[in-house]
């Protein structure tokens, strides 16, 4: 049940393409209270979810000027183009933004290749699937077990999480002796017992889990410490 | 004077033939299907590339550093063409930038993008409507 709150945000998001992104933002989004309506082209999808989603969803290409003021694009607080295809979401939300004036709009591009343009014609949130999944594969073989947890000022900082091995030569000394790199805080130290604070006398114990702020450049010397 | 098409296709393949044969005309066919090259024929003198156009990094191995005088956007995908188009037009600052769109709404649209677009199906839809006209005399005939 959506909130008090949640009704007075509520927005109308307009969804392109029910792949299963589409699929899967529609639903999180109506969860959450908005309103929103997926636009779907390939009959046999729209009535493979019609059945579920009901007046959520639409059918009709997205790209075509007609279809998008039929469903509201003048009215959107956003429209978000999750397509195959990188120019039909390019043009989505073109004619969104130019013709319906929707204050936002968010593309998914493929190619990563083409991010650039797409932020140069005035799509303003691209998300280059492509390069995200490829940097969650480096994150998942990050040797060094330093597992990410946020990334900051554009992937420039970052805070990781890392277990404290019992053969670490960091393993039951105290923080002060230890020389970290420039630019990383030991934030805080998570054990069994609760989390701990840390300052200089705090001794690092096998299997803490040890939270750090640190710039990415540094993160080499880290994982070599540990 | 450097010439790119986009789309080896019938239009596309016909308009690229035409201008290669003019002087000092570069030619350069860009189509995704490599078999689509056959159509240009063995004596075309200009150049088949495969690669999407919807690509943005295969226009760094065929703009940059040279200047591009026309790109024609004329695949059979109106997307696609907008595109390509606009990537001429933005990134490579191509003087003469051209796409060929179908659905006419989107085309008009564009236009008014500053795109230049050229609609098949309203040149189709006017050049029947003449051909149905009452014939005063004898105008022009189909070819």
């Known amino acids: ?226 | 004077m450097k010439v790119v098409i986009m789309g080896c296709g019938r239009l596309g393949q016909r308009v690229a033939k035409k201008m290669a044969k003019e002087e000092n005309c570069d030619v350069i066919v860009i189509d995704k299907n490599a078999s689509a090259f056959h159509r240009l024929g063995k004596d075309f003198p200009g150049k088949g590339m495969q690669a999407d156009g919807t690509d943005m990094g295969i226009y760094s191995d065929i703009m940059e550093g040279v200047a591009v005088d026309v790109f024609l956007a004329l695949t059979n995908s109106d997307n696609a063409n907008i595109m390509a188009a606009e990537i001429a037009r933005q990134k490579y600052k191509v003087a003469k930038v051209i796409a060929r769109v179908d659905d006419p709404i989107r085309a008009k649209a564009f236009e008014e993008l500053g795109i230049e677009t050229f609609c098949p199906t309203v040149l189709s839809e006017k050049r029947l409507a003449k051909m149905m006209a009452p014939p005063k005399q004898e105008e022009e005939r189909g070819d």
């Open chain 1, 1 to 226: 049940m959506p909130t008090e709150e949640a009704r007075e945000n509520k927005l109308f998001i307009i969804v392109a393409g029910a792949g299963k992104t589409g699929y899967n933002l529609t639903k999180l989004l109506a969860e959450e209270g908005h309103e929103v309506l997926l636009v779907e082209k390939t009959k046999a999808r729209y009535y493979e979810l019609n059945a579920e989603l009901g007046e959520n969803i639409f059918l009709g290409d997205a790209s075509e000027s007609d279809v998008l003021k039929e469903v509201g694009a003048n009215r959107a607080n956003a429209i978000v183009a999750v397509t195959g295809e990188d120019d039909t979401n390019l043009v989505i939300c073109q004619l969104a933004k130019i013709m319906y004036m929707t204050p936002r709009t968010i593309a998914r591009i493929s190619n990563p290749k083409n991010e650039d343009i797409f932020s140069a014609l005035g799509v303003d949130n691209v998300v280059n699937t492509t390069k995200i999944v490829n940097s969650l594969i480096e994150k998942e073989v990050d040797a060094g077990m330093l597992v990410p947890v946020l990334e900051m000022k554009g992937g420039k900082v970052e805070v990781v999480e890392t277990e404290i091995s019992s053969n670490s030569p960091v393993a039951n000394r105290a923080i002060r002796d230890i020389k970290l790199p420039e630019e990383c805080l030991i934030v805080s130290v998570v054990r069994e017992d609760g989390v701990v604070f840390p300052h200089g006398n705090t001794v690092l114990q096998a299997d803490d889990t040890v939270v750090v702020l640190i710039a990415k450049d540094k993160k080499a010397a880290l994982r070599e410490l540990l």
